[in-house]
Protein backbone atom coordinates (compact mmCIF):
# COMPACT_ATOMS: atom_id res chain seq x y z
CA UNK A 1 0.00 0.00 0.00
CA UNK A 2 1.18 3.41 -0.61
CA UNK A 3 -0.87 6.56 0.80
CA UNK A 4 -0.14 8.98 -1.80
CA UNK A 5 -3.43 11.32 -2.03
CA UNK A 6 -2.72 14.15 0.86
CA UNK A 7 -5.56 15.07 2.70
CA UNK A 8 -4.50 18.69 3.66
CA UNK A 9 -4.33 21.40 1.35
CA UNK A 10 -1.25 23.69 2.14
CA UNK A 11 -1.89 27.02 1.79
CA UNK A 12 0.68 30.16 1.61
CA UNK A 13 0.71 31.31 5.45
CA UNK A 14 -1.31 34.97 3.59
CA UNK A 15 -4.07 33.11 2.61
CA UNK A 16 -3.71 30.69 5.80
CA UNK A 17 -4.20 33.62 7.86
CA UNK A 18 -6.60 35.06 6.02
CA UNK A 19 -8.90 31.65 6.20
CA UNK A 20 -8.72 32.07 10.17
CA UNK A 21 -9.69 35.60 10.73
CA UNK A 22 -12.46 35.02 8.46
CA UNK A 23 -14.00 32.07 9.12
CA UNK A 24 -16.33 30.91 12.44
CA UNK A 25 -15.10 27.67 12.49
CA UNK A 26 -12.20 26.22 14.36
CA UNK A 27 -9.07 26.19 12.10
CA UNK A 28 -6.44 23.30 12.07
CA UNK A 29 -3.62 23.87 10.11
CA UNK A 30 -0.96 21.44 9.26
CA UNK A 31 2.29 22.15 8.22
CA UNK A 32 4.67 18.63 6.34
CA UNK A 33 7.72 17.57 7.68
CA UNK A 34 9.45 14.56 6.61
CA UNK A 35 7.11 11.26 5.34
CA UNK A 36 7.72 8.08 7.79
CA UNK A 37 7.44 5.01 6.36
CA UNK A 38 5.97 1.60 7.34
CA UNK A 39 6.65 -1.43 5.69
CA UNK A 40 5.38 -0.28 2.09
CA UNK A 41 2.78 2.08 3.96
CA UNK A 42 4.14 6.16 3.64
CA UNK A 43 2.50 8.32 6.40
CA UNK A 44 3.37 12.03 6.93
CA UNK A 45 3.72 13.63 10.08
CA UNK A 46 2.67 16.60 10.49
CA UNK A 47 3.25 19.39 13.12
CA UNK A 48 -0.31 20.58 13.91
CA UNK A 49 -1.04 24.24 15.16
CA UNK A 50 -4.85 24.28 16.46
CA UNK A 51 -6.56 27.73 16.13
CA UNK A 52 -9.87 28.71 18.18
CA UNK A 53 -11.95 31.47 17.67
CA UNK A 54 -13.52 33.39 20.41
CA UNK A 55 -16.73 31.40 21.60
CA UNK A 56 -20.55 32.54 20.09
CA UNK A 57 -22.56 33.82 22.22
CA UNK A 58 -23.95 30.62 24.13
CA UNK A 59 -27.78 30.47 23.93
CA UNK A 60 -29.50 29.80 27.24
CA UNK A 61 -33.10 27.94 26.95
CA UNK A 62 -34.73 27.74 30.30
CA UNK A 63 -36.10 24.13 31.47
CA UNK A 64 -39.19 24.05 33.46
CA UNK A 65 -38.91 21.33 36.40
CA UNK A 66 -40.66 18.35 35.31
CA UNK A 67 -43.28 16.43 36.93
CA UNK A 68 -43.47 12.84 37.17
CA UNK A 69 -47.13 12.31 35.67
CA UNK A 70 -50.62 13.35 34.91
CA UNK A 71 -53.88 12.77 35.20
CA UNK A 72 -54.88 14.05 31.88
CA UNK A 73 -53.48 15.48 28.41
CA UNK A 74 -55.57 18.56 29.69
CA UNK A 75 -53.64 18.39 33.24
CA UNK A 76 -49.98 18.42 31.52
CA UNK A 77 -50.73 21.61 29.68
CA UNK A 78 -52.24 23.45 32.08
CA UNK A 79 -48.95 22.62 34.16
CA UNK A 80 -46.56 23.15 31.71
CA UNK A 81 -48.19 26.31 30.61
CA UNK A 82 -47.65 27.61 33.91
CA UNK A 83 -44.01 26.51 34.56
CA UNK A 84 -43.45 28.40 30.83
CA UNK A 85 -44.61 31.33 31.56
CA UNK A 86 -42.80 31.51 35.58
CA UNK A 87 -39.59 31.12 33.39
CA UNK A 88 -40.39 34.06 31.02
CA UNK A 89 -41.90 32.92 28.23
CA UNK A 90 -44.76 35.13 26.53
CA UNK A 91 -48.00 34.50 27.86
CA UNK A 92 -50.01 34.86 24.29
CA UNK A 93 -47.07 32.79 22.63
CA UNK A 94 -47.53 29.84 25.26
CA UNK A 95 -51.42 29.32 24.85
CA UNK A 96 -51.62 29.88 21.35
CA UNK A 97 -48.87 27.00 20.69
CA UNK A 98 -50.62 25.28 23.51
CA UNK A 99 -54.13 25.61 21.94
CA UNK A 100 -53.13 23.87 19.16
CA UNK A 101 -51.74 21.17 20.39
CA UNK A 102 -53.36 17.47 20.52
CA UNK A 103 -52.74 14.25 22.28
CA UNK A 104 -51.80 12.16 19.09
CA UNK A 105 -51.40 8.01 20.17
CA UNK A 106 -49.67 7.70 17.04
CA UNK A 107 -46.21 9.56 17.83
CA UNK A 108 -46.35 8.06 21.26
CA UNK A 109 -46.34 4.67 19.88
CA UNK A 110 -43.89 5.38 17.18
CA UNK A 111 -41.57 6.67 20.21
CA UNK A 112 -42.02 3.46 21.76
CA UNK A 113 -42.19 1.08 18.99
CA UNK A 114 -38.90 -1.82 18.34
CA UNK A 115 -38.51 -3.14 14.81
CA UNK A 116 -39.25 -7.24 14.86
CA UNK A 117 -35.86 -7.39 13.23
CA UNK A 118 -32.90 -5.52 13.13
CA UNK A 119 -31.45 -4.65 9.89
CA UNK A 120 -28.49 -5.51 7.98
CA UNK A 121 -25.48 -2.89 7.66
CA UNK A 122 -26.76 -3.25 3.47
CA UNK A 123 -29.96 -2.64 4.10
CA UNK A 124 -29.25 0.79 5.05
CA UNK A 125 -26.42 1.01 2.67
CA UNK A 126 -28.98 0.14 -0.42
CA UNK A 127 -31.43 2.80 0.80
CA UNK A 128 -29.02 5.32 1.10
CA UNK A 129 -27.41 5.07 -2.42
CA UNK A 130 -30.70 3.83 -4.15
CA UNK A 131 -31.00 5.02 -7.89
CA UNK A 132 -33.54 7.68 -6.97
CA UNK A 133 -31.91 9.16 -4.51
CA UNK A 134 -28.64 8.94 -6.09
CA UNK A 135 -29.54 10.90 -9.63
CA UNK A 136 -32.12 13.33 -7.58
CA UNK A 137 -28.75 14.15 -5.30
CA UNK A 138 -26.51 14.78 -8.66
CA UNK A 139 -28.93 17.35 -10.22
CA UNK A 140 -29.55 19.20 -6.43
CA UNK A 141 -26.00 18.90 -5.96
CA UNK A 142 -24.87 20.24 -9.39
CA UNK A 143 -27.69 22.91 -8.84
CA UNK A 144 -26.46 23.89 -5.46
CA UNK A 145 -22.49 23.51 -6.40
CA UNK A 146 -21.80 27.17 -5.96
CA UNK A 147 -23.08 27.39 -2.67
CA UNK A 148 -22.04 24.21 -1.42
CA UNK A 149 -18.27 24.85 -2.03
CA UNK A 150 -18.51 28.63 -0.34
CA UNK A 151 -19.92 26.44 2.83
CA UNK A 152 -16.78 24.01 2.00
CA UNK A 153 -14.03 26.61 2.35
CA UNK A 154 -15.76 28.48 4.93
CA UNK A 155 -16.85 25.06 7.27
CA UNK A 156 -14.35 22.46 5.95
CA UNK A 157 -17.21 20.16 5.95
CA UNK A 158 -16.83 18.60 2.68
CA UNK A 159 -19.59 19.42 0.13
CA UNK A 160 -20.98 15.88 -1.19
CA UNK A 161 -21.59 14.94 2.56
CA UNK A 162 -23.67 18.42 3.35
CA UNK A 163 -25.67 17.07 0.24
CA UNK A 164 -25.92 13.94 1.13
CA UNK A 165 -27.42 14.89 4.83
CA UNK A 166 -30.15 16.77 2.57
CA UNK A 167 -30.91 13.79 0.85
CA UNK A 168 -30.83 11.32 3.44
CA UNK A 169 -33.07 14.00 5.55
CA UNK A 170 -35.86 15.37 3.14
CA UNK A 171 -35.06 13.94 0.06
CA UNK A 172 -33.01 17.11 -0.45
CA UNK A 173 -36.28 18.70 0.78
CA UNK A 174 -39.17 16.96 -0.78
CA UNK A 175 -39.92 15.06 2.27
CA UNK A 176 -39.78 17.19 5.65
CA UNK A 177 -42.17 15.71 7.84
CA UNK A 178 -46.50 15.75 8.22
CA UNK A 179 -46.85 15.76 12.02
CA UNK A 180 -47.76 18.68 13.44
CA UNK A 181 -44.99 19.34 15.68
CA UNK A 182 -46.42 21.44 18.79
CA UNK A 183 -48.50 18.38 18.67
CA UNK A 184 -45.92 15.23 18.22
CA UNK A 185 -43.86 17.35 20.97
CA UNK A 186 -46.30 17.89 23.54
CA UNK A 187 -47.69 14.10 23.34
CA UNK A 188 -44.16 13.14 23.77
CA UNK A 189 -43.97 15.59 27.06
CA UNK A 190 -47.42 14.07 28.08
CA UNK A 191 -46.51 10.06 27.70
CA UNK A 192 -43.45 10.85 29.72
CA UNK A 193 -40.62 8.58 28.76
CA UNK A 194 -38.64 11.83 26.87
CA UNK A 195 -40.63 14.43 29.07
CA UNK A 196 -38.05 16.29 29.94
CA UNK A 197 -36.68 16.57 26.20
CA UNK A 198 -39.91 16.91 24.71
CA UNK A 199 -40.80 20.20 27.09
CA UNK A 200 -37.35 21.72 26.00
CA UNK A 201 -38.02 21.09 22.38
CA UNK A 202 -41.61 22.92 22.95
CA UNK A 203 -39.61 26.39 24.66
CA UNK A 204 -37.14 25.90 21.87
CA UNK A 205 -39.93 26.44 18.99
CA UNK A 206 -41.38 29.25 20.72
CA UNK A 207 -38.41 31.12 20.96
CA UNK A 208 -38.12 30.61 17.64
CA UNK A 209 -41.85 31.63 16.61
CA UNK A 210 -40.96 34.77 18.73
CA UNK A 211 -37.91 35.86 17.15
CA UNK A 212 -39.55 34.74 13.52
CA UNK A 213 -37.46 32.15 12.45
CA UNK A 214 -40.62 30.02 12.01
CA UNK A 215 -43.64 30.97 11.07
CA UNK A 216 -46.91 29.77 13.13
CA UNK A 217 -48.00 28.77 9.60
CA UNK A 218 -45.16 26.12 8.91
CA UNK A 219 -44.54 24.01 11.63
CA UNK A 220 -45.21 20.43 10.01
CA UNK A 221 -42.05 18.39 11.02
CA UNK A 222 -41.53 15.22 11.55
CA UNK A 223 -43.09 12.84 15.04
CA UNK A 224 -39.72 12.91 16.53
CA UNK A 225 -39.37 17.00 16.37
CA UNK A 226 -36.99 16.87 13.37
CA UNK A 227 -38.45 20.25 10.96
CA UNK A 228 -37.13 21.57 7.87
CA UNK A 229 -34.73 20.39 5.16
CA UNK A 230 -32.09 19.36 7.16
CA UNK A 231 -34.19 17.75 10.14
CA UNK A 232 -32.83 19.84 13.24
CA UNK A 233 -34.58 19.64 16.13
CA UNK A 234 -35.93 23.26 17.91
CA UNK A 235 -32.98 23.12 20.24
CA UNK A 236 -30.71 22.19 17.67
CA UNK A 237 -31.67 24.87 15.41
CA UNK A 238 -31.88 27.11 18.21
CA UNK A 239 -28.06 26.63 18.80
CA UNK A 240 -26.19 25.96 15.55
CA UNK A 241 -29.29 27.53 12.94
CA UNK A 242 -27.54 30.14 10.26
CA UNK A 243 -28.95 32.55 8.25
CA UNK A 244 -27.57 31.26 4.80
CA UNK A 245 -29.45 33.52 2.60
CA UNK A 246 -28.81 36.64 4.51
CA UNK A 247 -32.48 37.73 5.08
CA UNK A 248 -32.27 38.37 8.92
CA UNK A 249 -33.75 34.69 9.43
CA UNK A 250 -32.64 31.79 10.43
CA UNK A 251 -35.25 29.41 8.92
CA UNK A 252 -34.98 25.53 8.58
CA UNK A 253 -37.23 25.09 5.74
CA UNK A 254 -35.14 27.64 3.68
CA UNK A 255 -32.90 25.52 1.77
CA UNK A 256 -29.85 27.92 2.35
CA UNK A 257 -30.19 28.44 5.85
CA UNK A 258 -30.64 24.49 6.58
CA UNK A 259 -27.55 23.69 4.25
CA UNK A 260 -25.28 26.40 6.06
CA UNK A 261 -26.80 25.42 9.10
CA UNK A 262 -25.91 22.23 8.36
CA UNK A 263 -22.48 22.56 7.84
CA UNK A 264 -22.27 24.73 10.95
CA UNK A 265 -23.44 22.07 12.83
CA UNK A 266 -20.91 19.56 11.70
CA UNK A 267 -18.27 22.11 12.10
CA UNK A 268 -18.48 22.72 15.42
CA UNK A 269 -19.13 19.20 16.23
CA UNK A 270 -15.40 18.10 15.36
CA UNK A 271 -15.15 18.08 11.88
CA UNK A 272 -11.73 18.13 10.59
CA UNK A 273 -11.25 19.65 7.01
CA UNK A 274 -10.37 17.06 4.29
CA UNK A 275 -10.62 13.87 5.98
CA UNK A 276 -13.26 11.36 4.72
CA UNK A 277 -15.43 9.70 6.96
CA UNK A 278 -14.05 6.31 5.96
CA UNK A 279 -11.42 4.23 4.12
CA UNK A 280 -12.12 0.89 2.80
CA UNK A 281 -9.20 -1.43 3.32
CA UNK A 282 -8.25 -4.98 3.47
CA UNK A 283 -6.99 -6.86 6.07
CA UNK A 284 -3.48 -9.57 6.17
CA UNK A 285 -4.21 -13.40 6.14
CA UNK A 286 -3.00 -13.40 9.59
CA UNK A 287 -4.83 -10.86 11.20
CA UNK A 288 -5.96 -10.32 14.35
CA UNK A 289 -9.43 -9.64 15.02
CA UNK A 290 -9.06 -8.95 18.81
CA UNK A 291 -8.45 -4.95 17.51
CA UNK A 292 -11.91 -4.48 15.49
CA UNK A 293 -13.36 -1.88 17.02
CA UNK A 294 -10.49 -0.57 18.72
CA UNK A 295 -8.66 2.78 18.06
CA UNK A 296 -5.41 3.23 16.44
CA UNK A 297 -2.75 6.22 15.14
CA UNK A 298 -2.91 5.68 11.52
CA UNK A 299 0.94 4.19 11.54
CA UNK A 300 0.11 1.80 13.88
CA UNK A 301 -2.79 0.05 11.75
CA UNK A 302 0.17 0.49 8.92
CA UNK A 303 2.31 -1.52 11.21
CA UNK A 304 -0.76 -4.26 11.35
CA UNK A 305 -0.52 -4.95 7.95
CA UNK A 306 -3.73 -2.98 6.67
CA UNK A 307 -3.63 -1.57 3.22
CA UNK A 308 -6.43 0.96 1.90
CA UNK A 309 -8.09 -0.09 -1.50
CA UNK A 310 -7.43 3.57 -2.67
CA UNK A 311 -3.90 4.94 -2.51
CA UNK A 312 -4.44 7.98 -0.03
CA UNK A 313 -2.30 10.24 2.45
CA UNK A 314 -2.49 9.76 6.23
CA UNK A 315 -0.74 11.87 9.14
CA UNK A 316 0.44 9.34 11.01
CA UNK A 317 -1.10 10.44 14.43
CA UNK A 318 -4.64 10.66 12.93
CA UNK A 319 -6.64 8.53 14.73
CA UNK A 320 -8.77 5.84 13.47
CA UNK A 321 -11.44 2.87 14.31
CA UNK A 322 -11.18 -0.27 12.46
CA UNK A 323 -14.83 -1.79 11.67
CA UNK A 324 -16.17 -4.92 9.54
CA UNK A 325 -20.01 -3.71 9.21
CA UNK A 326 -20.60 -7.17 8.04
CA UNK A 327 -18.14 -9.02 9.75
CA UNK A 328 -14.94 -11.14 8.28
CA UNK A 329 -16.47 -12.01 5.03
CA UNK A 330 -17.87 -8.14 4.32
CA UNK A 331 -16.05 -4.75 3.80
CA UNK A 332 -13.48 -3.44 6.23
CA UNK A 333 -13.04 0.16 6.58
CA UNK A 334 -10.72 2.79 8.57
CA UNK A 335 -13.38 4.99 10.32
CA UNK A 336 -12.21 8.46 11.21
CA UNK A 337 -13.16 11.05 13.25
CA UNK A 338 -15.04 12.62 11.01
CA UNK A 339 -17.55 9.34 10.65
CA UNK A 340 -18.03 10.06 14.61
CA UNK A 341 -19.64 13.50 13.74
CA UNK A 342 -22.14 12.58 11.39
CA UNK A 343 -23.56 10.29 14.20
CA UNK A 344 -24.70 13.51 15.74
CA UNK A 345 -27.73 13.53 13.37
CA UNK A 346 -28.62 10.48 13.98
CA UNK A 347 -26.27 7.61 16.50
CA UNK A 348 -26.33 5.00 14.21
CA UNK A 349 -22.91 3.71 12.50
CA UNK A 350 -25.17 2.73 9.64
CA UNK A 351 -26.77 5.67 9.32
CA UNK A 352 -23.17 7.53 9.26
CA UNK A 353 -22.19 5.05 6.45
CA UNK A 354 -25.09 5.60 4.27
CA UNK A 355 -24.43 9.26 4.75
CA UNK A 356 -20.70 8.56 3.65
CA UNK A 357 -21.78 6.10 0.85
CA UNK A 358 -24.33 8.56 -0.33
CA UNK A 359 -22.03 11.41 -1.05
CA UNK A 360 -19.72 9.67 -2.85
CA UNK A 361 -22.04 8.54 -5.16
CA UNK A 362 -23.17 11.96 -5.47
CA UNK A 363 -19.34 13.04 -6.40
CA UNK A 364 -19.24 10.22 -9.15
CA UNK A 365 -17.14 8.32 -6.62
CA UNK A 366 -17.03 4.49 -6.70
CA UNK A 367 -18.58 2.89 -3.26
CA UNK A 368 -17.73 -0.12 -1.43
CA UNK A 369 -15.19 -2.47 -3.33
CA UNK A 370 -15.68 -5.57 -1.13
CA UNK A 371 -19.26 -7.17 -1.28
CA UNK A 372 -21.82 -7.91 1.01
CA UNK A 373 -22.25 -11.29 2.39
CA UNK A 374 -25.99 -10.83 1.65
CA UNK A 375 -27.00 -14.97 2.92
CA UNK A 376 -26.97 -13.45 6.36
CA UNK A 377 -29.63 -13.17 8.12
CA UNK A 378 -30.55 -11.41 11.62
CA UNK A 379 -31.74 -11.68 14.95
CA UNK A 380 -35.53 -10.93 15.97
CA UNK A 381 -35.44 -8.24 18.32
CA UNK A 382 -36.87 -11.28 20.71
CA UNK A 383 -33.78 -13.76 20.04
CA UNK A 384 -31.34 -10.34 20.68
CA UNK A 385 -32.91 -10.31 23.95
CA UNK A 386 -32.39 -13.79 24.68
CA UNK A 387 -28.76 -13.49 23.28
CA UNK A 388 -27.97 -10.83 25.60
CA UNK A 389 -29.35 -12.52 28.71
CA UNK A 390 -27.50 -15.54 27.65
CA UNK A 391 -24.22 -13.71 27.10
CA UNK A 392 -24.10 -12.23 30.37
CA UNK A 393 -25.00 -15.02 32.46
CA UNK A 394 -21.80 -16.88 30.68
CA UNK A 395 -19.85 -14.00 31.98
CA UNK A 396 -19.92 -11.76 28.94
CA UNK A 397 -21.73 -8.80 29.84
CA UNK A 398 -23.71 -6.96 27.91
CA UNK A 399 -24.87 -4.29 30.15
CA UNK A 400 -28.44 -4.54 29.30
CA UNK A 401 -31.16 -6.70 27.67
CA UNK A 402 -33.01 -4.70 25.57
CA UNK A 403 -33.30 -6.07 22.05
CA UNK A 404 -31.44 -4.14 20.42
CA UNK A 405 -27.60 -4.91 18.74
CA UNK A 406 -25.48 -2.11 20.02
CA UNK A 407 -21.71 -1.65 21.35
CA UNK A 408 -21.66 -3.51 24.30
CA UNK A 409 -23.53 -6.40 23.07
CA UNK A 410 -21.33 -6.60 20.06
CA UNK A 411 -17.90 -6.68 22.59
CA UNK A 412 -19.60 -8.73 24.56
CA UNK A 413 -20.35 -11.50 21.68
CA UNK A 414 -16.80 -10.53 20.24
CA UNK A 415 -15.22 -11.89 23.50
CA UNK A 416 -17.40 -14.78 23.43
CA UNK A 417 -16.25 -15.23 19.60
CA UNK A 418 -12.71 -15.43 20.59
CA UNK A 419 -13.04 -18.24 23.75
CA UNK A 420 -15.55 -20.37 21.61
CA UNK A 421 -13.16 -20.64 18.25
CA UNK A 422 -15.10 -18.31 16.27
CA UNK A 423 -13.11 -15.30 14.67
CA UNK A 424 -13.63 -12.75 16.74
CA UNK A 425 -15.44 -10.13 14.28
CA UNK A 426 -18.28 -9.41 16.77
CA UNK A 427 -20.79 -9.85 13.88
CA UNK A 428 -24.27 -11.39 15.01
CA UNK A 429 -26.15 -13.52 12.56
CA UNK A 430 -28.21 -16.58 12.64
CA UNK A 431 -25.58 -18.51 11.98
CA UNK A 432 -22.92 -16.99 14.05
CA UNK A 433 -24.67 -16.86 16.96
CA UNK A 434 -26.64 -20.22 16.92
CA UNK A 435 -23.66 -21.92 18.95
CA UNK A 436 -24.33 -20.05 21.72
CA UNK A 437 -28.02 -21.22 21.72
CA UNK A 438 -30.39 -22.16 20.13
CA UNK A 439 -33.88 -20.32 19.73
Sequence with gaps: MMLKKQYIAFLPASISALLIVGCTSQQVIKQPSKPVRQGNVQITQTQ????????APSVIIPKPVTQPSYSSFSDWKSDFSM???????????????????????????????????????????????????????KRKFSEQRSY???LE??????????????????SYGAVTGNSYLPSALASLAYDGRRQEFAESQL??????????????????GSWAGGMGETQFIPETWLKQGVDGDGNGHRNPWSTSDALASTANYLSNSGWVRGLAPFYEVTLPASFDYSVVGSKQSAARWASLGIDTIEDVFLDAN???????PAGKDGPA???????????????????????????????????????????????????????????????????GADGIVGTN???????????????????????????????
Aim: net charge neutral; hydrophobic share 35%; aromatic share 8%.
Design 48 to 55: TIQVKPAP
Design 83 to 137: RAMSSGYDASSVQRLLASAYLNQQVISSDSGQPEFSKMPWEYADSAVSDGRVSTG
Design 148 to 150: LSG
Design 153 to 170: SQYGVNAEVIAAIWGMES
Design 203 to 220: LSLMTLLQRGDVSWSQLD
Design 318 to 324: TPMELWL
Design 333 to 399: LLLSENFDVIKVYNNSSSYALGVSLLGKAIAGQSGLRKSWPRHERPLSTSQVTRLQQRLTNAGYDTK
Design 409 to 439: TRNAFQRWQADNGQTPDGFITQSSALSLASW
